[in-house]
């Protein structure tokens, strides 16, 4: 797990240094997106299903692979590359709105477990308009590709 969570780190690390005069994504943003991998890997090693790899080809020898895989999907959506994959700018949404939400974003910064637990208190974000507006934006101003979001016609939900 430490291991995941080192490479995890160094992978996102790059592209919230690029983008940091955007500041997408936020650093909260970032490890609320690991936290939120390093669950799903957890799901799956241990038989579960999971939403962000949910793909039927990946098991639970596969999971880090499949985590890695994705980590790589939103590196290239945050430098503002496109991405065919409507679960990636679906999924940065949704981060960029819980961090909003968060009522201390510092417990998103260290721990896991504190993030994960923060993440749960800060509610559902499916009603809330503002803060996708907001998210939306805030992603368009900064040059990222929400082309896959904006095909779909469906706005993002929790």
């Given at each position: 797990?430490?291991?995941?969570?080192?490479?995890?780190?160094?992978?996102?690390?790059?592209?919230?240094?690029?983008?940091?005069?955007?500041?997408?994504?936020?650093?909260?943003?970032?490890?609320?997106?690991?936290?939120?991998?390093?669950?799903?890997?957890?799901?799956?090693?241990?038989?579960?299903?999971?939403?962000?790899?949910?793909?039927?080809?990946?098991?639970?020898?596969?999971?880090?692979?499949?985590?890695?895989?994705?980590?790589?999907?939103?590196?290239?959506?945050?430098?503002?590359?496109?991405?065919?994959?409507?679960?990636?700018?679906?999924?940065?949404?949704?981060?960029?709105?819980?961090?909003?939400?968060?009522?201390?974003?510092?417990?998103?910064?260290?721990?896991?477990?504190?993030?994960?637990?923060?993440?749960?208190?800060?509610?559902?974000?499916?009603?809330?308009?503002?803060?996708?507006?907001?998210?939306?934006?805030?992603?368009?101003?900064?040059?990222?590709?929400?082309?896959?979001?904006?095909?779909?016609g469906a706005p993002p939900t929790e």
């Open positions: 797990m430490r291991m995941l969570l080192c490479t995890a780190l160094l992978v996102i690390a790059p592209v919230a240094d690029a983008l940091a005069s955007d500041d997408v994504p936020s650093a909260v943003e970032a490890f609320i997106l690991e936290t939120v991998l390093a669950d799903e890997v957890r799901t799956l090693e241990q038989g579960g299903k999971t939403s962000l790899l949910a793909p039927t080809d990946v098991s639970a020898p596969g999971a880090a692979a499949a985590a890695s895989r994705v980590r790589q999907q939103f590196a290239a959506f945050y430098r503002g590359e496109r991405t065919p994959v409507r679960a990636i700018p679906h999924m940065a949404v949704v981060i960029a709105m819980t961090a909003a939400r968060l009522e201390h974003p510092e417990q998103c910064r260290t721990d896991h477990r504190t993030c994960a637990e923060a993440i749960r208190r800060s509610g559902p974000t499916r009603d809330d308009t503002d803060g996708l507006q907001t998210a939306v934006a805030r992603f368009q101003a900064a040059g990222l590709d929400m082309s896959a979001l904006e095909s779909s």
